[in-house]
């Protein structure tokens, strides 16, 4: 079975434009969560979606936004970018919403210049 | 405010010898307390995982151990290897409404295993 994939693996963009980062869950996971993580330091929860549907948030600016597809696939949205937006973005599936046990995918890149 | 620290913030042993890892946690209300490892840019792996009831937890070369008194865990990394280099993170989930878990990250500690 795939694990949690993510896309694209890297990503440039300039300061003020809008990205997409793409996830796609473990098959028969319902459950995806969002985190950025700053070099040299741990992840930040953005977002937690389930069932299409968002089970938490955060504390991130309504810059950040994320949807979740009936195929429980998920994108995170980040408009109006600026340079502090630039780190690892990973992805984590799980099968319910309140299950502790996520796996996490590989990341997307972001950086912003 | 939900707060994970971790130390040392950054550890270097050598190939063979055992180490461990303190996690210390201001989270509430507690659910669950898991250690990941993370190699240089990809993701998180889980290594163990444990709720309020559970006081140690192995896996392979790795043990986990939580005081829910005092608020603390530990990772013991045995016999460690070469491979075992990497970011090693704490994570305590708080339970929010709706069923879901609130994860609150630590800033990992670095350990580098010399040979």
């Known amino acids: 079975d795939a694990g949690v994939t993510q896309s694209p693996t890297h990503l440039i963009k300039t300061r003020g434009q809008q990205v997409t980062l793409r996830c796609s869950p473990i098959s028969g996971h319902k459950s995806v969560s969002w985190y950025q993580q700053v070099l040299g330091q741990g992840p930040q929860f953005i977002f937690q979606y389930y069932e299409k549907e968002e089970r938490g948030r955060g504390n991130f600016p309504d810059r950040f936004s994320a949807r979740q597809f009936p195929n429980y696939s998920s994108e995170l949205n980040v408009n109006a970018l600026l340079l502090g937006d630039s780190a690892l973005y990973l992805c984590a599936s799980s099968s319910v919403a309140s299950s502790y046990e996520q796996y996490f995918g590989p990341g997307t890149r972001l950086t912003v210049t | 405010k939900n707060q994970v620290e971790q130390s040392p913030q950054s550890l270097i042993i050598l190939e063979g010898k055992n180490c461990t890892l303190q996690c210390n946690y201001t989270v509430s209300p507690f659910s669950n307390l898991r250690w990941y490892k993370q190699d240089t840019g990809r993701g998180p792996v889980s ?69």
Do not use: W
């Open chain 2, 47 to 115: 290594l163990t995982i444990m709720t309020f009831s559970e006081n140690t937890k192995s896996n392979g070369r790795y043990t986990a151990t939580l005081d829910a008194d005092t608020k603390q865990s530990s990772l013991h990394i045995t016999a460690s290897q070469l491979s075992d280099s990497a970011s090693y993170i704490c994570v305590v989930s708080a339970r929010a409404s709706g069923g879901s878990y609130i994860p609150t990250f630590g800033r990992g500690t670095s350990l580098i295993v010399h040979p």
